[in-house]
């Protein structure tokens, strides 16, 4: 076993050594700017990027000619939401937005409601998916786009897309959803499910850094969008910039063995997250289960393991690679509001754990890493004022606390 | 046969070096800089290493550098984002008619939402007079944009000059140095600029990575919202790898700038001067003033895409003005503000060195090139009038 | 964010984790901190002749809340309660090479040590 075992596949993935190989040529040899068209670097490189595309429009169900390529997954949320905005505002000023989204989605509509936009953010039940009643509710004349994610890349939580869908078209809205995290884990299929926008991002399934894609509906109806990078109109005229060929290249073979490999790997992940869930929930009292209890994604394990802060508990464990929703561990030092929207408080969020579990994780590092989150819980909670309190039947929310 | 590669403006070959340097983060070393656990620590590490050595390339402090995807990202994101973020000043902006795409673009968007633009013209040379840009400045302008080199022609502009004039008046100046930077010094202070544009393949670097440099203090609007990344200014998972290779792309450049321009100017110039010592071949851009590895030429009676693919048979890679505009087939919107007129502008190709050519290469070039251009005249003999040539 | 080799040491071994029976004469009890905001500390002190002759803490709280409140049950031993009491959070930070973002985990310890303090001051006047 090697350590630090990585159980941070959410975060960014070990790029696949297939993957690897098949991109190396173009770091040396093949240095081709694919819009170069007149010597043979550049149709080389032309050719391969045709061919990513192909494979990624695989994985979703799509037209090659569909797939825009970006930086990454934030990229392309910034793109979807403030494309759309700049094409439909005179169709409509409305956007309605999950509560749970990422953040490449929430501030960017945050953005858009500071130049004048209205946005209502969808509230989630307690394990995450969305109200569609009360997405019905909300949809006004003047909604012009529905962002709902996929897979939600805290909690897992999978999201109806073929309803949500439904519910846009019925009323002539736009969909779009961001299937960063869960493409490649779940089956995605645009037409099927009726997603007029979706992001995608290469190194979430262990493809490169630096490449994502935006796909946008050509037919029924087609989907226009005002670039954010201006230039030489590459990308159907939304995305210029030079094409990064090795990410793309990469990209595509990731596709590829994500799609082949999906129905065994979901399966298999699916094991090996029951397996830290019930090794957890066996040797621990006051554990939760964050998220869905089936209507997940196979690699995301998030639970709360009360009195013990998340931060201290990455410390405690900390040759093994996992994140957490506590307030010092994020990047805004706020907990979690993917765990706030659950309702729960926000205490379970401070106290939470996401294991995102990837292609390279085995059964071996499964064993260890539940023996040895056991172990450190039940030494922080020896330090835990909260976890003596409970055990002497105290209700921590009867206490007043004294704050800073 | 080996293909002689000339189109290093598009995109420059990596280094075996950066290519090392870049190779832990490729595969083993992927966590992501932003995790808290161990891997990701140590990856915050050598992100903010790169960040240091990029910013030495340019003489600026590693917290002024934003990394971004490509050039084309880094000049919409100096546009849009300073424009933003100063509109409550005014909302003009000042660039010249022979920018990027990526800066002519973006100032078009900008014109849409409200802005007025000035595009400053240049003169036979392809350069950009200060004077006329003091000219252009009105009460409201918040912006000038002009770029240090241009790919397509080789023309560098006064920049030292055009910053005084912006400095004079209180005006943000950025310039796009993708095609300058890492050949030529590009020094923030000396050149008197407040953002500047820079990406790794054009110095050896690899594609994905490029940056804009902005100056400590200035007030600008984050480009991509989301994760907070780079100090919240351009969100979204940073490619490590490709950060890395820049960071090693750009002390090289440094540290190898003085002699890799020697040997440029030397092959250069040999190729300028026996290229256009074939008949009524004119030469593109300033005689002096321009990139040590660059040449333009117009090349009359012939078309340049029959001539790049003659060449491209004979192992020659080249290229017609720019990479973004080659697929467009039309005459370069450079060529045209210069005043070439457009019969020849449609014979023009591009040829630019790289540290990895030789005097070899040059001597098969002089040698393939007449041949090829000698056919290409007798297939397709358009007169060129004489007023035409006058002007050259 | 790294973690200086102090804090490490205070969070692998820390010092004097537990409780005293709070309601003993010569115990002052402070706790500070809420579960939301995701850190509560508390600090327990013995005392004999207004010197501190023994300390315990228990934290819920990240790796600096905890190794703050180790540290100061290890200062506080051996000190006079009106010397504890001046013991501020800047020394903390200092001694513990705390990074800005966590400096609330020594003004937390700080509150602490003042809270245990006035406790037990609370309880002495009480009980004269």
């Known amino acids: ?404 | 046969m080996e293909q002689i590669y000339l189109d290093h403006t598009s995109n420059t070959p990596l280094l075996p070096e950066v290519r090392e340097a870049m190779a832990p983060y490729l595969h083993g070393e992927f966590a992501n800089p932003s995790s808290l656990h161990r891997g990701g620590r140590k990856n915050a590490k050598a992100l903010e290493e790169a960040r240091e050595k990029t910013a030495s390339l340019i003489g600026a402090r590693g917290e002024e550098i934003i990394f971004t995807s490509c050039g084309t990202e880094a000049n919409n994101f100096a546009m849009k984002g300073l424009a933003a973020a100063h509109e409550k000043k005014g909302r003009h902006i000042v660039v010249s008619s022979i920018e990027h795409f990526s800066i002519l673009h973006a100032a078009r968007r900008l014109e849409r939402q409200g802005y007025r633009v000035t595009r400053v013209p240049v003169d036979q040379a392809g350069w950009v007079d200060p004077q006329k840009v003091r000219e252009a400045i009105a009460p409201d302008t918040v912006l000038i944009s002009i770029m240090h080199a241009n790919g397509e022609v080789g023309t560098l502009q006064s920049i030292r000059e055009i910053a005084q004039v912006a400095q004079e008046h209180g005006i943000l100046f950025h310039t796009d140095a993708v095609s300058s930077c890492g050949t030529i010094p590009t020094n923030v202070s000396e050149l008197g600029v407040a953002a500047l544009t820079l990406t790794a393949n054009q110095f050896y670097g690899p594609v994905g990575a490029a940056a804009l440099y902005v100056r400590k203090g200035t007030k600008m609007l984050p480009f991509f919202d989301g994760g907070g990344q780079e100090e919240g200014r351009r969100s979204g998972t940073e490619n490590l790898p490709a950060i890395v290779g820049m960071g090693k792309a750009a002390e090289l450049a440094l540290s190898h700038m003085e002699e890799r321009t020697t040997s440029l100017l030397k092959l250069r110039n040999r190729l300028m001067e026996g290229l256009i010592s074939v008949e009524e071949v004119y030469l593109n851009g300033h005689p002096t003033q321009r990139l040590p590895g660059h040449v333009s030429i117009s090349v009359a009676h012939v078309e340049s895409e029959p001539l790049l693919l003659s060449l491209d048979m004979e192992g020659i890679s080249v290229a017609s003005g720019s990479a973004c505009n080659s697929k467009a087939m039309k005459s370069s919107h450079v060529l045209q503000a210069m005043g070439v007129p457009e019969l020849l502008a449609r014979g023009t190709v591009v040829l630019t060195l790289g540290i990895g050519n030789r005097e070899e290469e040059i001597s098969v070039v002089l040698d393939i090139f007449p041949k090829v251009v000698e056919r290409l005249r007798k297939l397709n003999r358009t007169p060129i009038p004489q007023e035409v040539r006058s002007v050259r | 964010m790294s973690y200086s080799q102090k804090v490490l040491d205070h969070f692998n071994h820390p010092r004097n984790i537990g409780s005293f029976e709070k309601n003993e004469k010569n115990v002052g009890t402070g706790i500070v901190g809420a579960p939301e905001c995701g850190d509560v500390m508390k600090l327990q002190i013995k005392v004999e002749n207004d010197v501190i002759v023994d300390a315990r803490f228990k934290t819920f709280g990240c790796g600096s809340a905890i190794a703050s409140s180790s540290l100061a049950t290890e200062w506080m031993k051996g000190r006079t309660i009106n010397e504890a009491f001046q013991i501020k959070n800047t020394e903390i930070v200092k001694e513990l090479s705390l990074p800005p973002v966590k400096i609330h985990c020594s003004v937390l310890a700080e509150d602490a040590i003042k809270a245990a303090v006035e406790d037990y001051r609370k309880k002495k006047v009480a009980g004269v």
């Open chain 1, 1 to 404: 076993m090697k350590f630090p075992i990585f159980l941070d596949n959410m975060s960014t993935t070990r790029v696949d050594p297939r993957v690897l190989e098949e991109m190396l040529p173009y770091f040396s040899e093949e240095y081709g700017n694919a819009a170069s068209r007149n010597h043979p670097y550049g149709w080389k490189a032309e050719s391969k990027v045709d061919e990513s595309r192909t494979r990624i429009s695989q994985l979703i169900h799509c037209d090659p000619k569909e797939i825009v390529f970006t930086s990454g997954g934030t990229e392309s949320c910034n793109l979807a939401l403030k494309g759309i905005c700049e094409i439909y505002r005179e169709k409509g000023d409305h956007l309605i937005v999950g509560a749970t989204e990422h953040r490449a989605v929430i501030d960017t509509t945050r953005r858009l409601e500071r130049s004048g936009f209205r946005v209502t953010y969808l509230p989630v039940d307690k394990t995450g998916l969305a109200d569609l009643e009360a997405l019905k509710r909300e949809i006004t004349d003047k909604t012009i786009l529905i962002a709902l994610m996929y897979g939600n890349h805290e909690i897992g939580t999978i999201h109806p897309v073929t309803e949500i869908g439904k519910i846009a078209k019925e009323r002539g809205i736009l969909y779009f959803c961001d299937a960063a995290a869960s493409q490649g884990y779940i089956p995605i299929d645009v037409e099927a499910m009726g997603i007029d926008l979706l992001a995608l991002s290469a190194h979430k399934i262990y493809g490169p850094k630096g490449i994502g894609a935006l796909y946008v509906r050509k037919k029924n109806p087609r989907v226009r969008l005002a670039p954010i990078l201006d230039g030489g109109g590459a990308e159907r005229g939304m995305r210029s910039g030079t094409l990064n060929v090795p990410a793309i290249v990469g990209f595509g073979k990731a596709c590829e063995l994500a799609l082949a490999e999906m129905e065994t790997e979901r399966e298999r992940l699916w094991k090996l997250n029951e397996k830290l869930r019930t090794a957890i929930e066996s040797s621990l009292d006051y554990v939760h289960l964050n998220g869905h209890p089936t209507q997940r994604l196979p690699n995301i394990l998030n639970m709360s393991l009360e009195f013990v802060e998340g931060e201290s508990i990455l410390m405690g464990i900390n040759d093994i690679a996992v994140s957490s929703g506590s307030a010092c561990t994020t990047a805004t030092l706020e907990p979690s509001y993917v765990l706030i929207a659950l309702g729960a408080g926000v205490e379970l969020a401070h106290t939470s754990i996401r294991f995102s579990f990837g292609r390279f994780n085995t059964e071996e590092e499964i064993d260890f890493t539940a023996k040895r989150v056991v172990q450190t819980i039940t030494r922080l909670r020896e330090m835990s004022p909260l976890y003596d309190m409970a055990k002497e039947g105290i209700d921590l929310k009867n206490v007043t606390w004294k704050r800073e």
